[in-house]
């Protein structure tokens, strides 16, 4: 029997256990369903909000209508008409002057949640202070609330302050408040 080289026992047993007739991918691939497969959709429509849309009317009367979903192609509409895709490059300037707009409204939008999220954090702060939990705001190292915890500067809280604080500031499955909190 020859002897394989060094470096090449690693690809003579893949192919050796991927081309034996009894292995499951070949058994895999030997079988045929004649069904249709169904693959979930990869990306769901978005609806058009304040924040992706942008409706105006020109000098000539034409309405426009840009719908920008994340970083996809625009959609342009002229008088409630889809522009194709391979036409949109005739509206350049048009298109740019109204992204220029969303962003600007995106950009607002995040100020004042983050305007909103700083305001929340101090009234837990504030709360945290007039229990009795932290002497004052400056003790207030880190904080984490969610649906199930309430950890203030690395301690776990009891359950009856947990579920004070997460009756008041958490209304939904989906809502979080963390301040210089590390899951380190």
């Keep these: 029997m020859k002897k394989i080289p060094k470096g090449l026992w690693l690809p003579f047993i893949s192919l050796c256990i ?11 691939s030997a079988l045929t369903t004649g069904k249709a497969v169904a693959f979930p959709a990869l990306a769901t429509v978005e609806k058009e909000t304040f924040l992706n849309t942008i409706t105006t ?24 008409k889809l522009i194709p895709t391979g036409e949109l490059d005739r509206y350049t300037a048009l298109i740019d002057k109204l992204t220029s707009i ?23 702060v504030n709360d945290l202070v007039k229990d009795q939990i932290i002497k004052n705001q400056k ?12 950890i203030v500067n690395g301690q776990n809280q009891s359950f009856t302050i947990f579920n004070r604080y997460m009756k008041k500031y958490i ?4 809502k979080m408040y ?3 909190y590390s899951s380190k």
């Excluded at 991927?18 to 895999?28: C, R, V």
């Excluded at 003790?139 to 309430?150: G, H, I, K, V």
């Design 18 to 28: 991927l081309g034996a007739p009894g292995s499951a991918q070949s058994q895999k």
């Design 57 to 80: 009317t020109g000098p000539d009367g034409i309405r426009y209508k840009l719908v920008q979903e994340g970083d996809r192609l625009p959609k342009l509409y002229l008088n409630n």
């Design 102 to 124: 969303l962003w600007e409204r995106q950009k607002e939008a995040a100020r004042q949640n983050e305007a909103r999220i700083n305001s929340q954090q101090l009234a837990i």
């Design 139 to 150: 003790d207030a190292l880190s904080f984490r609330l969610t649906l199930n915890e309430f």
């Design 171 to 174: 209304n939904n499955a989906d």
């Design 178 to 180: 963390q301040f210089n």
